[in-house]
Nanobody, 126 residues
Framework: QVQLVESGGGLVQVGGSLRLSCAASGGTFSNYGMGWFRQVPGKEREFVAFISKNGGITGVAFSVKGRFTISRDNAKNTVYLQMNTLKPEDTAVYLC???????????????????WGQGTQVTVSS
């Protein structure tokens, strides 16, 4: 059983930056591809970014491309999401998730992920 705990959210002005962290415990972190998703009340959970088990493959949603970067430190059992040039539409609860299966190009699908964190709120004010 893998536990995931997100941190780093908060209130930021338009154009600002935040760095989210997701600390994993209870499993072998390097066995999991990791994803970031976000959710707004009343809307479906939206894929944000993915990083493969060894960090060699990453992918981000078109809506955040060029602004958000995902990375991981397997020695620290942590995945990060660096968010720059934030916009009001980035406001959401951000959740990290762990995928214990083999690599798939369908990493944007929430159903692939086995474990989820509780999320951290990001609010971008204009």
């Amino acid at each position: 059983q893998v536990q995931l705990v997100e941190s780093g959210g908060g209130l930021v002005q338009v154009g600002g930056s935040l760095r989210l962290s997701c600390a994993a415990s209870g499993g072998t972190f390097s066995n999991y591809g990791m994803g970031w998703f976000r959710q707004v009340p009343g809307k479906e959970r939206e894929f944000v970014a993915f990083i493969s088990k060894n960090g060699g493959i990453t992918g981000v949603a078109f809506s955040v491309k060029g602004r958000f970067t995902i990375s991981r430190d397997n020695a620290k059992n942590t995945v990060y999401l660096q968010m720059n040039t934030l916009k009001p539409e980035d406001t959401a609860v951000y959740l990290c998730a762990a995928d214990g299966g083999p690599y798939s190009s369908f990493y944007s699908r929430a159903t692939r992920y086995d474990y989820w964190g509780q999320g951290t709120q990001v609010t971008v004010s204009s």
